[in-house]
T-cell receptor, first 116, second 108 residues
Framework: DTEVTQTPKHLVMGMTNKKSLKCEQH?????MYWYKQKAKKPPELMFV???????INESVPSRFSPECPNSSLLNLHLHALQPEDSALYLC???????????????FGSGTQLSVL | RKEVEQDPGPFNVPEGATVAFNCTYS??????FFWYRQDCRKEPKLLMS???SGNEDGRFTAQLNRASQYISLLIRDSKLSDSATYLCVVRGAGKSTFGDGTTLTVKP
């Protein structure tokens, strides 16, 4: 099983809504990531969890709140988003074992988010 | 200067052509290097790792030049199915930085 599963695949929300994106992996990977990708742009790193602890926050606004309940799950809680937050949100994981191969990223298929 | 810069593209080539992409990075302390492929409206997928000794996988060859801080990807005998955006990824300081991507279109 080499999958990273994200739900939902599509999400439309108003600026006053609260919603959550979910990500799950069962590959035993110890690092998990949230990326944001706008059309025709590369993925931009938002957060990194390493061994279930938040290790990197790329100065993301507080309306995005990550959570890592255990080593297999990663959530992104959304509140009071703006229309410019509309994008594809990608979850990824990596083994984080020693060596180069430990840093390979495995992506989920993403959540396409539209904020109205 | 961007941390990771790629050939702007797009590249439009006929089937069977050989095409090469280059990528430069600014941080000499970078540790790991990869090429990812992303199809339209899909997630990025790892194509191959890049090693100083070179890395070949079928029609694809990746090379790393640490002295000049660049990475290359060579695709031989292009297929229609190779049409995609190719992303150069450089890893250091616990995070991966993506280049802007180069779009390849292979035409019949």
């Amino acid at each position: 099983d080499t999958e990273v599963t994200q739900t939902p695949k599509h999400l439309v929300m108003g600026m006053t809504n609260k919603k959550s994106l979910k990500c799950e992996q069962h590959m035993g990977h110890r690092a998990m990531y949230w990326y944001k990708q706008k059309a025709k742009k590369p993925p931009e790193l938002m957060f990194v969890y390493s061994y279930e602890k938040l290790s990197i926050n790329e100065s993301v606004p507080s309306r995005f709140s990550p959570e890592c309940p255990n080593s297999s799950l990663l959530n992104l809680h959304l509140h009071a988003l703006q229309p410019e937050d509309s994008a594809l949100y990608l979850c990824a994981s990596s083994p984080r074992t020693g060596g180069r191969d430990g840093e390979k990223l495995f992506f989920g298929s993403g959540t396409q988010l539209s904020v109205l | 200067r961007k941390e990771v810069e790629q050939d702007p593209g797009p590249f439009n080539v006929p089937e069977g052509a050989t095409v090469a992409f280059n990528c430069t990075y600014s941080n000499s302390a970078s540790q790991s290097f990869f090429w990812y492929r992303q199809d339209c409206r899909k997630e990025p997928k790892l194509l191959m790792s890049v090693y100083s000794s070179g890395n070949e996988d079928g029609r694809f060859t990746a090379q790393l030049n640490r002295a000049s801080q660049y990475i290359s990807l060579l695709i031989r005998d292009s297929k229609l199915s190779d049409s995609a955006t190719y992303l150069c990824v450089v890893r250091g300081a616990g995070k991966s930085t993506f280049g802007d991507g180069t779009t390849l279109t292979v035409k019949p």
